[in-house]
C-alpha cells in the first residue's frame, strides 16, 4: 500500500485534530446515524488512555469512538477518493455517515478505503471511526480478557508496556485518477560504481508505464519504460549508515504523451548481506550500537510527535548510536522516513511480543500451560502473525534504512511446537522479501542448548539481563554467565550475534558508591561490564540497549510509573549512564570496539584467564 503523498495528479487533506470521542456502553449504540451526543473530544493522533481524568475511560476494555465531519474539495470531481487511517489500536471499523466502508484488526499497520461512491465533491461528511482496544489468543500481540465479580472487564497482556489504544496516528482522505499507481517495490545492488535498481509496479490498468530516477538535486540520472525493469545509475551515491543518500523514483502512468498519474518514491541504494558471522553493509562490517525504543510519551501515550520525533533522532545522534529497534511493533512510517533521510539503521519489528506463556512463571519459565497448542496460541494466532508479516513488509520494503525484519521478540522458542508455529512464517518471509536478512529476540529462557527455532534465522538477537533479573548486583558472576552464555550461542549455530537487549532499572537521582541496582552508577556499572563481554566475542555485531527512555506499562509493585531501564528519563533528560554510553560509541562509526581499547580505557576488569575459567562453570 503506498503512503498517500500529494503529486501532479494526486491531492492529499489531513485530517488530525480534535474530534468528537466516547466510549462505548450501553446508552451509546454502534453505529451512529447522527452526531455522537458527547462533551468529550480527543486529539488524533495521540492515545486516549492519558488524556482524560475518568480512570474509567482510561482502563475500558473494548470500543471507543471517534467522529467528525469532512468536507470533500470540490476539485476532486471524477477522481477516486479515500480515506487512508496510519493505524487504529488494535481494531478499527470505518462509517461514513450509515456505511461501514472499511474494517482492520492489527493495531500498527495502515488501512484505507475507497469511499468514491458514498461521496461527492464539495459535499460533507460523517466520519466515524471505532477502535477497539481488546487482545486475544488469535490478535498479534496476544492477550486475554476476563471479567470480574462486580462485572467489570479486564485485559491482561503478556508485554511490558502499556496498552495504549485510539488513533495514535494521522488520518488522510485523498485522491488518485480513475486509472492509477498501485504499488511500487524497489531492490537495489551496486555492481562497481553502477547502481543497479530492480523495480516493479502495479496499476489499477494495464497501461504503459515510465520510471524516471531523479538524484537529490532532481537531476534525471536513469529512466526506463515498462511496470517491471532495471535502471542503472553511473558513480552511484550510497545510502550509508550515518551519511545518507535519497533518490527519487518518479513513476507515471502514461496514456499516449498524458501523464494519467504520478508517484514519487524515494529510495537509497545500498546493500545489505550476512557472511559468516558478518553483518555486511555496502560490503563493510557493520557494527550495531543503539536501543531498543518505544513510542511513548506522557498525555500522548503512542501518539506520533513530530517534536519527539526530531529530538530523539538528536538523542541518538548525541549520543553515538547509529540504529534502533522498532521494539516491539512497527513504528509511524515519518520515523523510517526521518532514518532514511539521516542515515540511522532500522531493524524493523512485528507486534508479534507476548508469544511466550512462560513469562507467567516468572524467573522459571514455567507456565501454566503450553505456548503452543490448540487451546493456546494456534493456528489462528499464527494466520494473524502471518498477516502482519505481510502488512509490515508491504509498508516497510522501500525504506534503505530498513535493513533487518525481527519477525518476534522472546517467543517461547525452547517450547514444544515452536518450530512448527515459526518455520511456516519465516518461510514467508524470506519469500515477501529475499533482500533482508531475518532475525528475533531470544528471551532468557531460550538458550543455545534448547532453543528450537535460531538455525531457520540470519542474526541471533539476544536478550539478557545477568545482573538485574538474575545475580541482581553481582556483577562478578554476571559476566561469567553472560560470557558463558553467549559464546554458547556462537560455538552452536556459528551465526552473527548481537544483544538486542540488556539493561538495568534506574531511578535519576538515585546515587551509590557501592554497586547498588536502581542507582545511577549501577546502571553505568551494568553496561561497562556487558561491554567487556561483547568485545572479547569476535562474531558479536551489536549492542542495543533496553531501553532509549523510561515508558509507562501497566500496573506492578516491581515498576515504579513504568519501566525505569531508560538511559533518558520518559521527558528525555539523560541519567549518567548516557554519558557512558556516548564516550564508547563516538567515533566508531559502524566499527566494533576491541577488547584491547576497552582495557586501555581502564573499564576491564578481567582478563583472558576468565575466559578460559568460563568452560566449567555451572
Do not use: C
Not at 528471551?443 to 540470519?458: E, G, S
Amino acid at each position: 500500500m503506498l503512503k498517500p503523498r500529494p503529486t501532479l495528479t494526486r491531492e492529499l487533506v489531513n485530517l488530525d485534530g480534535l474530534w468528537r470521542f466516547a466510549i462505548e456502553d450501553a446508552n451509546v449504540p454502534r453505529p451512529w446515524t447522527g452526531t455522537l451526543q458527547t462533551r468529550l473530544e480527543a486529539p488524533v493522533p495521540s492515545s486516549y488512555n492519558d488524556l482524560f481524568t475518568d480512570q474509567q475511560i482510561r482502563e475500558h476494555v473494548g470500543w471507543v469512538w471517534y467522529q467528525r465531519t469532512v468536507r470533500v474539495p470540490r476539485g476532486w470531481a471524477g477522481e477516486r477518493v479515500l480515506l487512508r487511517l496510519d493505524a487504529a489500536t488494535h481494531e478499527g471499523e470505518v462509517y461514513v455517515d450509515d456505511v461501514l466502508v472499511a474494517r482492520h484488526v492489527g493495531g500498527y499497520t495502515p488501512f484505507e478505503a475507497d469511499i468514491t461512491d458514498h461521496v461527492a465533491a464539495g459535499a460533507e461528511f460523517r466520519l466515524t471511526v471505532g477502535v477497539n482496544n481488546e487482545l486475544t489468543s488469535a490478535t498479534i500481540p496476544p492477550g486475554s480478557i476476563s471479567v470480574t465479580q462486580d462485572g467489570r472487564r479486564q485485559q491482561t497482556y503478556l508485554h511490558d508496556f502499556y496498552n495504549y489504544a485510539g488513533l495514535a496516528r494521522s488520518v488522510w482522505l485523498y485522491s488518485k485518477p480513475q486509472r492509477h499507481i498501485n504499488d511500487i517495490t524497489i531492490v537495489t545492488g551496486v555492481i562497481g560504481q553502477t547502481g543497479v535498481v530492480d523495480y516493479s509496479v502495479t496499476a489499477s490498468h494495464e497501461t504503459k508505464v515510465r520510471v524516471r530516477a531523479l538524484d537529490a538535486t532532481g537531476h534525471e540520472v536513469a529512466t526506463a519504460e515498462g511496470g517491471n525493469g532495471t535502471l542503472s545509475i553511473e558513480a552511484v551515491r550510497l545510502w550509508q549508515p550515518g551519511a545518507a543518500y535519497l533518490y527519487d523514483l518518479v513513476v507515471e502512468l502514461l496514456d499516449g504523451d498524458e501523464v494519467i498519474d504520478s508517484y514519487t518514491e524515494p529510495f537509497g541504494v545500498r546493500t545489505v548481506e550476512v557472511r559468516g558471522t558478518e553483518f555486511l553493509i555496502n560490503g563493510k562490517p557493520f557494527y550495531f550500537t543503539g536501543f531498543g525504543k518505544h513510542e511513548d510519551t506522557a498525555v500522548r501515550g503512542k501518539g506520533h510527535d513530530n517534536a519527539y520525533l526530531v529530538h530523539d533522532f538528536q538523542l541518538l545522534e548525541w549520543v553515538g548510536a547509529n540504529s534502533f529497534r522498532t521494539s516491539h511493533y512497527p513504528y509511524a512510517e515519518e520515523v523510517l522516513e526521518f532514518a532514511d533521510r539521516h542515515g540511522i539503521v532500522v531493524v524493523d519489528e512485528t507486534a508479534a511480543v507476548g508469544l511466550n506463556l512462560g513469562v507467567q512463571g516468572g524467573l522459571t519459565g514455567i507456565g501454566p500451560k503450553p505456548t503452543f497448542s490448540p487451546e493456546t496460541f494456534n493456528h489462528d494466532t499464527q494466520a494473524a502473525h502471518a498477516q502482519h508479516l505481510r502488512e509490515v513488509i508491504a509498508r516497510d520494503k522501500n525504506h534503505p534504512s530498513v535493513v533487518m525484519w525481527s519477525i518476534a521478540n522472546e517467543p517461547a522458542s525452547n517450547e514444544e511446537g515452536a518450530r512448527e508455529f515459526f518455520e511456516p512464517l519465516v518461510h514467508l518471509a524470506r519469500e515477501l522479501d529475499p533482500t533482508r536478512p531475518l532475525t528475533y529476540a531470544a528471551v532468557m529462557f531460550a538458550t543455545f542448548q534448547n532453543d528450537k527455532i535460531a538455525d531457520l534465522f540470519d542474526v541471533l538477537s539476544i536478550n539478557r539481563y545477568y545482573g538485574w533479573y538474575v545475580f541482581t548486583g553481582d556483577l562478578t558472576t554476571a559476566e561469567r554467565y553472560l560470557e558463558r552464555d553467549l559464546r554458547g550461542w556462537v560455538q552452536a549455530f556459528g551465526k552473527p550475534i548481537m544483544m538486542s537487549e540488556y539493561g538495568a532499572d534506574t531511578m535519576p537521582g538515585q546515587h551509590s558508591v557501592w554497586d547498588m541496582p536502581w542507582s545511577e552508577e549501577y546502571q553505568q556499572s551494568y553496561l561497562t561490564m556487558n561491554h567487556r563481554v561483547f568485545d572479547r566475542i569476535e562474531a558479536f555485531i551489536g549492542e542495543h540497549v533496553w531501553n532509549f527512555a523510561d515508558f509507562q506499562t501497566s500496573n506492578g509493585i516491581h515498576r515504579v510509573d513504568g519501566n525505569r531501564k531508560g538511559i533518558f528519563t520518559r521527558d528525555r533528560k539523560p541519567k549518567a549512564a548516557a554519558h557512558t554510553l556516548r564516550a564508547r560509541w563516538t567515533g566508531l562509526d559502524g566499527t566494533k570496539p576491541s577488547a584491547n581499547e576497552t582495557a586501555a580505557s581502564g573499564n576491564a576488569k578481567t582478563t583472558t584467564s576468565s575466559v578460559h575459567a568460563l568452560e566449567g562453570a555451572k
